[in-house]
């Protein structure tokens, strides 16, 4: 026997309509209610009656009724016409009912073989729900082709007009039959498994496919979970939500000004500082339309793409998941380059507050200290981590600060060498640094004498904190460890600097260095 609509929740506890399992016609056309993609679009196709969304056709094999329809993958749009146990097609229906086609017997026959033809032949499904392409069919065009091959008329010359295009949907093949049950059988869905097939007394026989492998009778109709889909929305939503916050809060506080404005010097790796600052204050951002940007697409392919088939398909989701992977590569390598730059700029601005340590004892012995001291004009370009002016001259620095690798030769990797030309790193030769010193030293030069009217030349001064020095040559520059600068700076013999030369030396380059706003 077979229940076709259970007691709904809080009704009075009155026996369901039961019909005999013989009562089942081959031919009869089952309605359900699922939970797809497809699911959806079929329900909303319908003018009026949204109880369903697809339709299959009852076959029987033997002793086992099976029910051919076209279902197509939630996720891709692709599939075709199968056929599969009655029990498997309802398990997760929300809502059923069983309906007989108005044919005589003659014609249902032949309405029953182009069925049984359609499910061996395994016709594709259509995605673009086009009654022009006879090769291609979804489910309730299954119905009506079947149908008008075995009457070689159009029993529904009237057909749904759904988003510009004809169709036939599931309330136009409804009114092709005539209810067996009284009502459809509706109950919450995700109820326990095979609960409808299990009111059949028949249950327990075997199913025997038609005439291919069992393992194909699996249903391709992949639900697509309502909260699932609500989570994505959510997250979308909270990521978005969470950027424009940022945003916002980034533009509110960007023009604020303390009480009371002046500037101070910079202090050791200032520049450095804020670079830094500007990095991690856009890395957020960043980092959220790298998650944001993919998510996004991916999103867009999963809903669209589906909709489209043959060619048009083909190439929307071959360039769509290309787009995909190059935004995931440019984003995944900006971000990267974004990290690295950070970590250079951390390093470089601790290896300046550490030569800076280094130097502070020298204040109260009369020298003054400048920090990254950056002059770019027309005849100067100098961009100095430290100077120096005391009553021994003028020192500019440089710090090159690295991070320890792999030697690739027999020299040890905390050690460097410096030839009086080059400085010699475990992983190789450095050719610029020093050169680069030089010519800023030079033009450092230049600058004080036109600047000050004193020619004084400055001592060019190379630190590696953290690293062995070892000295193989002498050049123009000293190079040492930061824990060496203090002593190579105050122990230098040179021409002498009366108080009045370090005064004015000083003035100078407050007016290139006083830059902090309070």
Same mark, same amino acid.
């Given at each position: 026997?077979?229940?076709?609509?259970?007691?709904?929740?809080?009704?009075?506890?009155?026996?369901?309509?039961?019909?005999?399992?013989?009562?089942?016609?081959?031919?009869?056309?089952?309605?359900?209610?699922?939970?797809?993609?497809?699911?959806?679009?079929?329900?909303?196709?319908?003018?009026?009656? =949204?109880?369903?969304?697809?339709?299959?056709?009852?076959?029987? #094999?033997?002793? #086992?009724?099976?029910?051919?329809?076209?279902?197509?993958?939630?996720? &891709?749009?692709?599939?075709?016409?199968?056929?599969?146990?009655?029990?498997?097609?309802? +398990?997760?229906?929300?809502? /059923?009912?069983?309906?007989?086609?108005?044919?005589?017997?003659?014609?249902?026959?032949?309405?029953?073989?182009?069925?049984?033809?359609?499910?061996?032949?395994?016709?594709?499904?259509?995605?673009?729900?086009? @009654?022009? #392409?006879?090769? *291609?069919?979804?489910?309730?065009?299954?119905?009506?082709?079947?149908?008008?091959?075995?009457? %070689?008329?159009?029993?529904?010359?009237?057909?749904?007009?759904?988003?510009?295009?004809?169709?036939?949907?599931?309330?136009?093949?409804?009114?092709?039959?005539?209810?067996?049950?009284?009502?459809?059988?509706?109950?919450?869905?995700?109820?326990?498994?095979? /609960?409808?097939?299990?009111?059949?007394?028949?249950?327990?026989?075997?199913?025997?496919? @038609?005439?291919?492998?069992?393992?194909?009778?699996?249903?391709?109709?992949?639900?697509?979970?309502?909260?699932?889909?609500?989570?994505?929305?959510?997250?979308?939503?909270?990521?978005?939500?969470?950027?424009?916050?940022?945003?916002?809060? +980034?533009?509110?506080?960007?023009? *604020?000004?303390?009480?009371?404005?002046?500037?101070?010097?910079?202090?050791?790796?200032?520049?450095?500082?804020?670079?830094?600052?500007?990095?991690?204050?856009?890395?957020?951002?960043?980092?959220?339309?790298?998650?944001?940007?993919?998510?996004?697409?991916?999103?867009?392919?999963?809903?669209?793409?589906?909709?489209?088939?043959?060619?048009?398909?083909?190439?929307?989701?071959?360039?769509?998941?290309?787009?995909?992977?190059?935004?995931?590569?440019?984003?995944?390598?900006?971000?990267?380059?974004?990290?690295?730059?950070?970590?250079?700029?951390?390093?470089?601005?601790?290896?300046?507050?550490? /030569?800076?340590?280094?130097?502070?004892?020298?204040?109260?012995?009369?020298?003054?200290?400048?920090?990254?001291?950056?002059?770019?004009?027309?005849?100067? %370009?100098?961009?100095? %981590?430290?100077?120096?002016?005391?009553?021994?001259?003028?020192?500019?620095?440089?710090?090159?600060?690295?991070? *320890?690798?792999?030697?690739?030769?027999?020299?040890?990797? =905390?050690?460097?060498?410096?030839?009086?030309?080059?400085?010699?790193?475990?992983?190789?030769?450095?050719?610029?640094?020093?050169?680069?010193?030089?010519?800023?030293?030079?033009?450092?030069?230049?600058?004080?004498? +036109?600047?000050?009217?004193?020619?004084?030349?400055?001592?060019?001064?190379?630190?590696?904190?953290?690293?062995?020095?070892?000295? &193989?040559?002498?050049?123009?520059?000293?190079?040492?460890?930061?824990?060496?600068?203090?002593?190579?700076?105050?122990?230098? &013999?040179?021409?002498?600097?009366?108080?009045?030369?370090?005064?004015?030396?000083?003035?100078?380059?407050?007016?290139?260095?006083?830059?902090?706003?309070?």
């Amino acid at each position: 026997m077979l229940h076709l609509r259970p007691r709904p929740a809080g009704a009075p506890a009155a026996a369901p309509p039961v019909i005999p399992v013989s009562a089942l016609h081959e031919g009869d056309l089952v309605f359900r209610r699922g939970h797809g993609l497809w699911s959806e679009l079929f329900a909303e196709a319908s003018a009026h009656d =949204h109880r369903f969304s697809h339709v299959g056709i009852l076959l029987r #094999t033997g002793n #086992t009724w099976l029910v051919a329809h076209a279902s197509a993958n939630g996720f &891709t749009g692709h599939g075709r016409t199968e056929a599969e146990p009655l029990e498997a097609f309802l +398990q997760d229906a929300s809502a /059923v009912e069983i309906r007989r086609p108005r044919l005589a017997p003659a014609p249902l026959g032949l309405f029953i073989a182009a069925v049984r033809g359609a499910v061996l032949a395994h016709t594709p499904f259509d995605p673009a729900f086009s @009654l022009a #392409t006879p090769d *291609r069919i979804y489910c309730t065009e299954l119905v009506w082709q079947a149908w008008v091959r075995a009457t %070689d008329t159009d029993p529904l010359p009237g057909k749904t007009l759904w988003r510009g295009r004809t169709i036939v949907s599931i309330e136009d093949v409804l009114s092709l039959g005539e209810v067996v049950s009284e009502q459809p059988w509706d109950r919450p869905p995700n109820r326990q498994k095979n /609960v409808w097939f299990r009111r059949i007394v028949a249950a327990g026989l075997r199913p025997d496919p @038609l005439e291919h492998d069992a393992a194909q009778d699996l249903n391709t109709d992949v639900r697509m979970n309502p909260s699932l889909a609500s989570g994505l929305l959510c997250y979308c939503v909270v990521l978005a939500a969470a950027g424009a916050a940022l945003f916002h809060w +980034q533009r509110t506080t960007r023009h *604020r000004r303390p009480p009371v404005e002046f500037k101070l010097l910079r202090g050791p790796g200032e520049l450095s500082l804020r670079a830094l600052r500007r990095i991690e204050a856009t890395l957020p951002l960043l980092l959220l339309a790298a998650v944001l940007l993919p998510l996004f697409l991916g999103m867009v392919l999963f809903l669209y793409v589906p909709l489209m088939q043959g060619l048009p398909h083909v190439i929307v989701t071959t360039l769509g998941w290309a787009a995909e992977l190059a935004l995931l590569y440019f984003a995944g390598r900006h971000v990267y380059r974004r990290l690295v730059a950070r970590r250079t700029l951390e390093l470089r601005y601790l290896g300046e507050r550490a /030569v800076a340590e280094e130097l502070a004892p020298l204040l109260p012995l009369g020298f003054r200290l400048f920090h990254d001291v950056a002059i770019h004009g027309v005849e100067s %370009d100098v961009d100095l %981590d430290h100077v120096v002016v005391g009553p021994n001259g003028v020192t500019v620095i440089e710090c090159e600060p690295r991070q *320890r690798e792999t030697a690739k030769t027999a020299q040890r990797d =905390h050690e460097v060498t410096f030839d009086g030309k080059n400085i010699v790193w475990p992983w190789g030769p450095d050719r610029d640094t020093v050169a680069n010193l030089e010519g800023e030293a030079a033009s450092f030069t230049k600058w004080l004498m +036109q600047t000050t009217g004193y020619r004084i030349q400055a001592y060019p001064l190379l630190t590696v904190p953290g690293w062995w020095v070892d000295i &193989t040559g002498r050049g123009l520059i000293e190079v040492v460890n930061h824990k060496q600068v203090l002593h190579a700076v105050n122990e230098r &013999t040179a021409t002498p600097l009366e108080p009045e030369q370090v005064e004015k030396i000083c003035r100078e380059l407050e007016l290139h260095c006083r830059d902090v706003e309070f």
